[in-house]
């Protein structure tokens, strides 16, 4: 009886073995369904169901720039150093989750040599961008020559929140390439997560959870971009958008224009590259992507420039 | 003197729990929104009050948003009794009263002559508005007696202001004692019942709030006497604040929907009923940067 017993036991942990799961947004450190109670089905390549992804309203947009504002000064505030260790940190934690990562992007298209490839450029990327923080003052803050008795000097200070609309691909490369130079400029970010890959995306979510990131810095919502973008251009406490230039034309002008109403800034960059490029020749694409990412640039367009005059006698 | 009625607590966090529950969106949510910040006491209650804060507290009750100028005015500006005249001076020709605090305020720990002192000084510097604070030290102990005088002794030197009793329910220890405290007050002549000075840790909560209510709804049956009630202290968003407008409305009816009988007590409420407001209007989530902050 006993026997009999243990093994309907094991057989029912077998069928167990696999459970679904279901995908959350991140949201102050905490992993909210969201506030719609909709969700979309992603399905595997051979139209296998893989999750229920959330589609997120404009309060979900709401409660996330709400956490990014509440944690944005204390995480601009931290020295250029420590925000160095805690952006190295992501890289660590990252790279102990490779095969789950690798797994879910195979699962949604992509081929296993270019899932790895990728997952190689974003803990480059994290690390060189890591390293920026305590240098980007040095290279681009200045003392400006003036005609007066003034010492005259001029350093990079973070913009605020920023809504970044995350490219459809490289799922992951893409949305570390906007975030990581919001991240060093001392910003806090809502991310708008690929619609077609969002698992990469709810995955880096749990990275940024067990890592020494604090709450809110980071918040990913997922949904359709046509439902999000309205709510996150037209909010008054977004200082800049970034996205790229695969976005629908539309959206893309909707940005612009909303952006009016508070003078954010707006930011797309040329397009990321489609999955059929990935695909095809993995190594050129993901290297060239990366070569184009790791640019010290991308720190400047989102800070901005404060100027002292401090006055000085003889 | 005062009867001492039991309070059903887990009975009143259930009504409570039940008046969260309402849904109040669009029209109705804008009406309510108007109404708040009609109901609303503005307030400065601090050592570092200068004369500019004061100032720019009394432009923020004229103007509460430039851009929007068919936007309600306060009801009140609630001060310091050294800053009573200042504020006059500002608020001379328009509809809002001004409302000074007294009596030793916020603890009450001094001698009735200078309790009365204060209050003869806040109202001829020109407070249409007292708010007291009761002993609660005296309250305690059993005094009540002594409590019920000081509050009438009050009222009487107030002569036309209108006066407020606060009751600092973070201090009271229990419901029963809030209903009791309560129904001293309106007993001995409050105009007005206020849960706290903002000054003690819980200030207006719910539950105080609702058990406040019913005592002056009792008080209105026996008596015929309709009493105002002024939570203060805590309320800091426009959801809770329409909340207390559900208690209110279930609990008193229409007739206390009314500044005449309602404030809140409130200083950063008003960014965010104004902040909700315009949302409402423009569909446009908006940022506390574009707000002034008294």
């Known amino acids: ?314 | 003197m005062i009867d001492r009625i039991p309070i059903d607590a887990v009975g009143i966090q259930e009504r409570v729990a039940r008046v969260c529950t309402r849904s109040i969106k669009k029209e109705s949510k804008l009406q309510a929104l108007d109404l708040a910040l009609r109901m609303m006491d503005l307030t400065t209650l601090e050592g570092s009050d200068s004369e500019g804060k004061v100032r720019q507290l009394c432009n923020k009750a004229l103007h509460p948003y430039t851009e929007l100028p068919n936007i309600p005015s306060v009801a009140a500006v609630c001060v310091y009794p050294n800053r009573v005249a200042l504020a006059k001076s500002i608020l001379n020709n328009s509809s809002i009263s001004i409302a000074s605090v007294a009596t030793a305020f916020p603890s009450g720990m001094s001698s009735l002559i200078i309790k009365l002192d204060d209050v003869k000084f806040a109202v001829s510097e020109g407070a249409d508005e007292i708010d007291m604070v009761i002993s609660r030290g005296a309250f305690l102990s059993g005094e009540y007696a002594k409590v019920y005088d000081e509050i009438a002794q009050i009222k009487e030197v107030c002569g036309t202001a209108h006066l407020k009793v606060i009751l600092e329910t973070g201090e009271l220890g229990s419901l029963e004692n809030v209903r009791m405290a309560s129904d001293l007050a309106m007993k001995a002549g409050a105009d007005f019942i206020k849960t706290s000075t903002g000054k003690i840790s819980p200030a207006a909560t719910m539950p105080v709030v609702l058990v406040m209510l019913q005592a002056i709804r009792d008080f209105h049956e026996t008596t015929g006497r309709k009493i105002g009630m002024k939570p203060a202290g805590g309320i800091r968003s426009s959801k809770q604040a329409i909340q207390y407008l559900v208690m209110v409305k279930e609990t008193l009816g229409n007739d206390w929907l009314d500044p005449s009988l309602f404030r809140f007590g409130a200083s950063s409420l008003a960014n965010d009923v104004l902040m909700q407001w315009i949302k409402e209007k423009t569909g446009r989530y908006q940022s506390l940067n574009y707000f002034s902050n008294d």
């Open chain 1, 1 to 314: 009886m006993a026997k009999k017993q243990t093994s309907d036991d094991t057989s029912q942990i077998n069928t167990m073995n696999s459970i679904p799961k279901t995908y959350k947004n991140y949201i102050n450190g905490e992993f909210p369904r969201t506030e719609s109670g909709r969700y979309y089905s992603v399905e595997a390549l051979d139209g296998k169901h893989i999750a229920n992804i959330g589609l997120s309203t404009r309060k979900d947009v709401r409660n996330a720039v709400q956490a990014a504002r509440k944690a944005q000064a204390s995480w601009a505030n931290k020295t250029a150093y420590n925000r160095g260790q805690i952006i190295y940190r992501i890289a660590e934690i990252l790279s102990g989750r490779r095969e789950q990562f690798t797994n879910e992007m195979v699962l949604l298209g992509y081929s296993k040599e270019a899932a790895e490839l990728e997952i190689n450029a974003c803990n480059e990327l994290i690390v060189y961008f890591a390293g920026w923080t305590d240098k980007i003052g040095q290279v681009f803050g200045s003392v400006n020559p003036v005609a007066s008795d003034h010492f005259n000097f001029s350093r990079q200070e973070s913009v605020g929140v920023v809504g970044i609309i995350s490219p459809e691909t490289p799922s992951l490369l893409g949305m570390l390439g906007l975030l990581l130079p919001n991240m060093v400029a001392g910003n806090s970010q809502v991310i708008i997560a690929s619609k077609q890959f969002p698992l990469p995306s709810c995955t880096f979510a749990e990275v940024l959870a067990t890592s020494d990131v604090p709450a809110g810095i980071v918040n990913i919502i997922t949904g359709l971009k046509s439902e999000l973008i309205p709510p996150i251009s037209k909010h008054m406490d977004v200082d800049v958008l970034v996205g790229d230039c695969s976005l629908d034309i539309e959206l893309r002008v909707m940005c612009e224009l909303e952006s009016a109403s508070n003078m954010k800034k707006v930011y797309f960059w040329e397009s990321f590259n489609s999955l059929e490029e990935l695909n095809s020749s993995p190594n050129e694409t993901i290297s060239t992507c990366l070569h184009s990412l790791k640019d010290p640039y991308h720190i400047l367009h989102v800070q901005e420039v404060k100027t002292t005059w401090h006055p000085i006698s003889e």
